[in-house]
């Protein structure tokens, strides 16, 4: 959720804890804060808000210069979004700062016990127990790595925690358990941050922290132990993207310059995955074929447009597989005692590797003895570590709070998934996964010429801003892309939106139909799914009679839907089963351009924040 920097080196910190602020702001964007380590002492400055406000701040009231410094921009979990609840948190004295992500659910207890000792607490979040805490421990210790270890052992829930003392002017600590925390490592100089965004700007070399491990930063070098005190496993790896792939490029929003990259970045996904005899050479999937030979089931668990990527490729795995594919909402799963064993694969999805209910789902199948292979896009990431095999999708940064080229990715991820599932069961013959991963090679080009039609898309998004409501409609493949663009436009337009399965709409949903409702049909082939593609043109005509606006999504010549289609958007022809990576991409658009045309922030939505590392 919330964005967390720490420097030490020989900058400015609080220029290089700002600066990375602004990277991070997408994970959180209620409140604001830094605190810098300078003339013996500790300054602080937060304000709620966007980051705008406490830059305001800091002009009207500098702080003092120093190398060392801390940074936070919040999504509010305990507490609203106030001046108070923003981080840095301090203790009493004001001589330790501490900012969080997560959260500690034990706070209130530790918060009643050290009111019983006399300490004063200002705010209502749970962070501002651990300055107190802190602070009591390195009375004794007088060491901050060693005080954290003490408190984090005293700690429940789920947290990321960077801490500075004035009584140590050259030291960052940071803390991580289930929750996201890297180490950026310079020439003299090193960093922390939840997200390598951060600090890429000044390294590309990264070290990957571990569940329950304390991290001390000083300029000479990083130290990393458990909670326990014993040393760490240190892993380093290098960031293969730079700062400019960060940057908005000269787009108005980010989520513009992400939609603009699918095409590369589909490609970028395809890439070094497939031999020069036309095979699937998945390396990241490290599980034995003999064991895939034997999985009887598959369980995909994700959230959000990541789950509705697991409902595409649901029918994709079913249909080159022949094994039967469950899709879960994360954050349900474990608490319905699912059914897994040593013979189940479980495909965990997530953008950022850190969704908190996914990890949670990846955990409880490991304990009941399943594989679990991960699709992600954020390397040294915690899915991606905890799980038995990985699929990086290579996208890139998406800095958007709505996901766009993530879900492009993963969806190729998933097929590429589902192929090699069939290549290793001899349930595809080699030629036909050859055939799907030409048609799949061709998809980035046509995702462009689906981009370079997109402005009748705007013009009519842009018409209907003043409405309250828009419906989505599917079939087969068709259905979860409505889902999906129903829940752009519930993020972005803070409009009622809802995807239906175009055929349960006589089971109820056709009751909400009325005069001007605008409803968006993603058609199926007439070639691929011609019972299918009749049954949508009759539901077509249903809504129509009862005076909806069709929106339809249709391949390049499917003229049966010409007659019935108040705005006609054409998609290129592709297989059945590829078909949501190009009907998608308008609605990314449409959702887009109707929250711009409603005065929306569309990086930034309310309420929402990147990536959701609490349960």
Request: aromatic share 6%.
């Amino acid at each position: 959720m919330c964005g967390i920097v720490g420097y030490v080196g020989s900058q400015s910190a609080l220029e290089v804890v700002t600066a990375g602020l602004k990277r991070l702001e997408y994970r959180g964007y209620d409140s604001a804060g830094v605190a810098v380590l300078a003339d013996g002492g500790l300054a602080a400055a937060k304000k709620a808000g966007k980051l705008v406000n406490l830059e305001k701040e800091l002009v009207e009231r500098p702080l003092p210069t120093g190398s060392t410094g801390i940074g936070h921009t919040r999504w509010a979990t305990h507490g609203g979004p106030t001046d108070a609840n923003a981080h840095p948190h301090l203790d009493n004295a004001g001589r330790v700062a501490v900012v969080h992500n997560g959260i500690i659910e034990n706070f209130a207890v530790l918060r009643a016990e050290l009111a019983e000792r006399g300490h004063e607490l200002l705010s209502e979040t749970d962070t501002e127990v651990v300055a107190h805490l802190l602070a009591e421990e390195f009375s004794v210790t007088a060491d901050l790595a060693e005080a954290m270890r003490l408190v984090c052992r005293r700690l429940e829930g789920a947290f990321t925690l960077v801490a500075v003392h004035a009584d140590e002017p050259d030291v960052v600590v940071g803390a991580r358990r289930n929750s996201p925390l890297v180490v950026g490592v310079g020439e003299g100089e090193a960093f922390l941050a939840s997200d390598v965004a951060a600090f890429i700007a000044h390294t590309r070399s990264a070290i990957e922290l571990g569940q329950d491990q304390v991290v001390e930063l000083r300029r000479g070098g990083v130290t990393v132990t458990g909670f326990d005190g014993r040393p760490g496993d240190v892993r380093s790896y290098h960031v293969d993207w730079d700062a400019s792939a960060a940057e908005k490029g000269g787009y108005d929003y980010f989520m513009l310059k992400e939609i603009a990259e699918q095409p590369k970045a589909v490609a970028d996904t395809l890439l070094g995955r497939i031999d020069v005899s036309g095979s699937l050479t998945l390396d990241e999937v490290r599980i034995p074929a003999s064991e895939l030979r034997e999985i009887d089931k598959v369980v995909i668990v994700a959230c959000g447009t990541a789950f509705h990527a697991g409902l595409i490729a649901k029918y994709a795995i079913e249909h080159w597989t022949r094994i039967p594919c469950e899709v879960e909402l994360a954050s349900e799963f474990r608490y319905r005692d699912p059914i897994l064993d040593s013979r189940s694969l479980v495909i965990a999805i997530s953008q950022s590797g850190e969704t908190m209910d996914t990890l949670m789902a990846l955990r409880h199948a490991r304990e009941q003895g399943s594989r679990v292979l991960a699709i992600c896009n954020t390397n040294g990431s915690t899915i991606p570590r905890e799980s038995d095999a990985v699929l990086y999708t290579h996208a890139g940064p998406e800095v958007a709070v709505a996901s766009t080229k993530a879900f492009l990715t993963q969806l190729v991820a998933c097929y590429l998934v589902a192929l090699y599932l069939g290549q290793v069961r001899g349930t595809k013959w080699g030629d036909e996964i050859c055939a799907v991963i030409r048609d799949l090679s061709r998809i980035s080009v046509e995702v462009e010429r689906v981009l370079e039609t997109m402005e009748p898309v705007r013009e009519l998004a842009r018409s209907l801003a003043e409405k309250d409501t828009v419906l989505f409609l599917g079939r087969h493949v068709g259905y979860p892309v409505a889902l999906e663009g129903a829940l752009k436009l519930k993020e972005l337009a803070y409009m009622h939106a809802e995807g239906f399965a175009a055929g349960e709409l006589k089971h109820g949903p056709i009751a909400l139909i009325e005069d001007d409702l605008p409803v968006v049909v993603v058609a199926p082939s007439p070639r691929g799914r011609s019972v299918l593609h009749d049954k949508i043109v009759s539901n077509i005509q249903e809504i129509r009679a009862r005076g909806a606006r069709t929106i339809v999504i249709a391949e390049e010549g499917d003229e049966a839907v010409v007659p019935y289609a108040d705005h006609l958007i054409r998609i290129p022809a592709t297989p059945t089963l590829l078909q949501p990576l190009v009907a998608t991409v308008p609605l990314q658009v449409f959702a887009c351009e109707l929250a711009t045309a409603r005065g929306n922030e569309v990086d930034q939505p309310r309420n929402l924040a990147k990536s959701v590392t609490v349960e």
